[in-house]
């Protein structure tokens, strides 16, 4: 390997694209396509990226085999920054396999990284930790060591894990100064204002107040009876009965929490539950049929009595109840959710991470783009989706002159 080569992939190594591009950007050999392909892609040009990384894989000859799986690891990482979750995992798998076996131990551990990471993002934590578990950080260098940490935080802030997690970020943050790469500091300094940002809201006698993410962890182990209108459940001392595919019943069960220690009226459960604005005796029993059902589903934690005006819930081993609900509650949340992260989703995507169908997701958008909350570009396949930018704020790059001190 020569020496341009040589100091184009440490000056990628160090978070300097465009320094490597200086030494590459005239080459056409198979070692320069794949580090440009890199500089491109860490400059954010992620289609560039992905055309070079193909032709740099496609040059290198049948005997190097190393080089070929290296670029299909990259091409694997464009893929999960740019929310292409239908890349075939197969061919990660296969390249890891191949890193492993001429002892690129670095390179395979940033696969299996590149995988748990996409594990994460569609929701499959046991899969995602058990092959973590299997990755040892000590023997990786800092930048990898950054994005294990990462990984690590991802799943203990979805277990609501706290304690993990902060420990996790604490590593990722003496890693990232270690690699002295200010983007691996500004992405760990993001994933840290989660534990510090508002992750639910608790609703109690009335009362409405933000709960931290700790705080959401320190509700559910105590003795309250909590419901979750985070995943539809309801929880008491480590026992969940879940109502995430019973919507009716899981709606009564909120509306009796959020008014306890009284009653609801059946108008009002009836309106909230049914949208019966002028009920009638066929929804009359149709609510005393749910509230039966919502009876035994609870009846291990609590039980639903009847009152002259309507129905109370009545825990059975604690005298407190509280609602635990998202910090924003809208129509298609869980969209938004996904692409408040800034990046841009296809639709595809978005319906493979919700485990919905795609049209499901497809209408979702159009109605949260006709109301001005997303924003989409491209055509056909290449159609993407995100949030809107902030108004107001002009891009360094847009400013007339040096910032002031510059």
Same mark, same amino acid.
């Given at each position: 390997?020569?020496?341009?080569?040589?100091?184009?992939?440490?000056?990628?190594?160090?978070?300097?694209?465009?320094?490597?591009?200086?030494?590459?950007?005239?080459?056409?050999?198979? @070692?320069?396509?794949?580090?440009?392909?890199?500089?491109?892609?860490?400059?954010?040009?992620?289609?560039?990226?992905?055309?070079?990384?193909?032709?740099?894989?496609?040059?290198?000859?049948?005997? +190097?085999?190393?080089?070929?799986?290296?670029?299909?690891?990259?091409?694997?990482?464009?893929?999960?920054? $740019?929310?292409?979750?239908?890349?075939?995992?197969?061919?990660?798998?296969?390249?890891?396999?191949?890193?492993?076996?001429?002892?690129?131990?670095?390179?395979?551990?940033?696969? $299996?990284?590149?995988?748990?990471?996409?594990?994460?993002?569609?929701?499959?934590?046991?899969?995602?930790?058990?092959?973590?578990?299997?990755?040892? @950080?000590?023997?990786? @260098?800092?930048?990898?060591?950054?994005?294990?940490?990462?990984?690590?935080?991802?799943?203990?802030?979805?277990?609501?894990?706290?304690?993990?997690?902060?420990?996790?970020? #604490?590593?990722?943050?003496?890693?990232?100064?270690?690699?002295?790469?200010?983007?691996?500091?500004?992405?760990?300094?993001?994933?840290?204002?989660?534990?510090?940002?508002?992750?639910?809201?608790?609703?109690?006698?009335?009362?409405?107040?933000?709960?931290?993410?700790?705080?959401?962890?320190?509700?559910?182990?105590?003795?309250?009876?909590?419901?979750?209108?985070?995943? &539809?459940?309801?929880?008491?001392?480590?026992?969940?009965?879940?109502?995430?595919?019973?919507?009716?019943?899981?709606?009564?069960? &909120?509306?009796?929490? +959020?008014?306890?220690?009284?009653?609801?009226?059946?108008?009002?459960?009836?309106?909230?539950?049914?949208?019966?604005?002028?009920?009638?005796?066929?929804? /009359?029993?149709?609510?005393?049929?749910?509230?039966?059902?919502?009876?035994?589903?609870?009846?291990?934690?609590?039980?639903?009595?009847?009152?002259?005006?309507?129905?109370?819930?009545?825990? /059975?081993?604690?005298?407190?109840?509280? #609602?635990?609900?998202?910090?924003?509650?809208?129509?298609?949340?869980?969209?938004?959710?996904?692409?408040?992260?800034?990046?841009?989703? $296809?639709?595809?995507?978005?319906?493979?991470?919700?485990?919905? $169908? @795609?049209?499901?997701?497809?209408?979702?958008?159009?109605?949260?783009?006709?109301?001005?909350?997303?924003?989409?570009?491209?055509?056909?396949?290449?159609?993407?989706?995100?949030?809107?930018?902030?108004?107001?704020?002009?891009?360094?790059?847009?400013?007339?002159?040096?910032?002031?001190?510059?």
């Amino acid at each position: 390997m020569d020496s341009l080569i040589t100091a184009a992939a440490r000056a990628l190594a160090a978070g300097d694209p465009l320094g490597a591009l200086k030494r590459v950007a005239l080459r056409d050999d198979a @070692p320069a396509l794949a580090l440009r392909g890199i500089a491109m892609a860490q400059l954010g040009d992620l289609d560039r990226a992905k055309a070079l990384l193909k032709s740099a894989a496609r040059a290198f000859g049948p005997r +190097e085999a190393m080089a070929r799986a290296r670029c299909v690891v990259a091409e694997a990482e464009i893929a999960l920054v $740019s929310r292409d979750l239908t890349w075939p995992a197969k061919a990660l798998d296969a390249a890891r396999a191949t890193l492993e076996a001429h002892g690129d131990h670095i390179n395979a551990a940033h696969a $299996s990284n590149l995988e748990v990471r996409r594990l994460l993002l569609i929701g499959r934590l046991d899969e995602a930790q058990r092959i973590l578990a299997g990755l040892d @950080p000590t023997s990786l @260098p800092p930048a990898s060591r950054v994005a294990h940490e990462l990984v690590a935080a991802g799943i203990a802030i979805r277990r609501l894990q706290t304690k993990e997690a902060r420990a996790a970020l #604490v590593r990722a943050e003496h890693a990232a100064r270690e690699a002295a790469i200010p983007a691996l500091s500004a992405e760990v300094e993001r994933a840290s204002l989660l534990l510090i940002t508002p992750a639910a809201r608790l609703i109690s006698r009335g009362e409405e107040r933000p709960l931290l993410l700790d705080e959401v962890e320190t509700l559910l182990a105590s003795e309250a009876l909590v419901v979750d209108a985070c995943r &539809r459940v309801v929880w008491n001392a480590g026992v969940a009965v879940s109502l995430a595919t019973r919507p009716v019943l899981f709606a009564l069960a &909120r509306a009796l929490s +959020e008014a306890w220690p009284g009653d609801v009226s059946r108008g009002t459960l009836l309106a909230r539950t049914f949208r019966a604005k002028h009920a009638d005796e066929s929804h /009359r029993a149709r609510l005393r049929v749910e509230i039966g059902r919502l009876r035994a589903e609870l009846r291990a934690l609590a039980d639903v009595r009847a009152t002259k005006r309507g129905f109370a819930l009545a825990p /059975r081993h604690t005298r407190e109840i509280v #609602v635990l609900v998202p910090p924003i509650e809208e129509q298609h949340a869980a969209v938004l959710a996904f692409l408040a992260d800034g990046e841009s989703w $296809s639709s595809s995507a978005l319906a493979i991470a919700l485990g919905a $169908s @795609p049209r499901t997701v497809q209408r979702a958008l159009e109605q949260l783009a006709a109301a001005g909350k997303v924003q989409s570009y491209g055509r056909g396949r290449a159609r993407r989706w995100m949030t809107p930018p902030v108004p107001g704020f002009p891009t360094i790059l847009l400013l007339p002159g040096p910032l002031p001190g510059n």
